[in-house]
């Protein structure tokens, strides 16, 4: 490989991706890192300006010419940091963050478009040399917590629960294609028919790929949220994505004005069940049963929203 290869490449995708004139590949009114910086205040914990600079890579004085354009526009706010009133900390106003949901609806539009141009042969290849690249030329920092965003889902992330969860469970529990069976029926009814203002899916993303997932959908009993697939992939647990899907669910359910949260998983499930007794779940009631394959202990969980801390 040379320079020039390189070189090549980079002009490439750049234009594949727009990046000489992003705002008018999005038909927003950014450019790319302003762009970049609106995300990066929407999805991440980290909102001081030196953590901005230092995450984003940008010079200070850049960065605040950014944050005083963002700030006349009326998109953020800013103030001492809590931490340290040395520091500036820097919020998303309610318009900041309908810009930031413009944005990020637009570029999955964009990229969905881009993806739906690949053959679905060539898909998997793909992601592959993605991950490649992003192995061999990145700085292999370990993950923390803070890396990863809680979305809603795109093209294709539906079917990704289908697949995940087949596979994880066979893989970790033996479980067979009937398992697979139950989680796509869930997720079909869930795409057909759901009401998004009392129904939600989440998904967990750490550097671009989708590592866990958690569903929030009306129970039959009146006033009754539950609690549906929850998965973590392997590599990604020990980064607290468990806990934050869960406190998800039970934020929505009781914004949206469900009474209790219900859910029924099995005994095996062991790393589930102390994620959903840390978050003030009560086992209510247990009955063995033979499904996917394999002998199992069965176990409805129930949560008190108006009861559970706020």
């Not at 992601?127 to 192995?135: D, K």
């Not at 294609?177 to 795409?191: M, N």
Request: aromatic share 8%.
């Amino acid at each position: 490989m040379t320079v020039q290869d390189i070189r090549s490449f980079n002009r490439f995708y750049t234009n594949v991706i727009g990046a000489l004139d992003y705002g008018r590949h999005l038909y927003a009114p950014y450019t790319l890192t302003e762009s970049r910086v609106l995300y990066e205040l929407a999805h991440s914990p980290r909102t001081d300006a030196v953590d901005l600079r230092t995450e984003l890579s940008l010079d200070s004085g850049y960065l605040s010419r950014i944050l005083n354009k963002f700030e006349q526009d009326g998109l953020v706010e800013r103030a001492p940091s809590e931490q340290d009133p040395r520091r500036r900390r820097i919020t998303l106003t309610a318009r900041g963050r309908d810009a930031a949901d413009l944005l990020d609806e637009r570029a999955r539009e964009t990229v969905g478009a881009l993806l739906a141009s690949v053959a679905p042969d060539d898909r998997q290849r793909l992601a592959e040399a993605m991950r490649t690249v992003r192995t061999i030329l990145g700085d292999d920092r370990v993950p923390r917590h803070e890396d990863v965003v809680l979305r809603e889902p795109g093209p294709g992330d539906l079917g990704w629960i289908v697949q995940r969860n087949a596979a994880r469970y066979a893989a970790e529990f033996g479980w067979n294609t009937d398992y697979e069976g139950l989680v796509a029926r869930i997720v079909a009814d869930f795409a057909e028919d759901h009401d998004p203002h009392l129904e939600r899916v989440w998904i967990a993303e750490l550097d671009g790929r989708p590592v866990g997932c958690v569903m929030c959908v009306r129970d039959d009993a009146p006033g009754t949220a539950r609690l549906r697939l929850l998965l973590v992939e392997p590599d990604a647990r020990g980064l607290r994505i468990g806990d934050r899907l869960v406190e998800a669910v039970i934020g929505f359910a009781r914004g949206v004005g469900y009474r209790e949260l219900v859910l029924w998983t099995n005994d095996v499930l062991a790393a589930a069940r102390r994620i959903y007794q840390r978050h003030g779940f009560v086992l209510v009631s247990e009955k063995p049963h033979r499904s996917f394959g394999v002998d199992l202990l069965g176990q409805d969980w129930r949560l008190d929203l108006h009861g559970a801390s706020e």
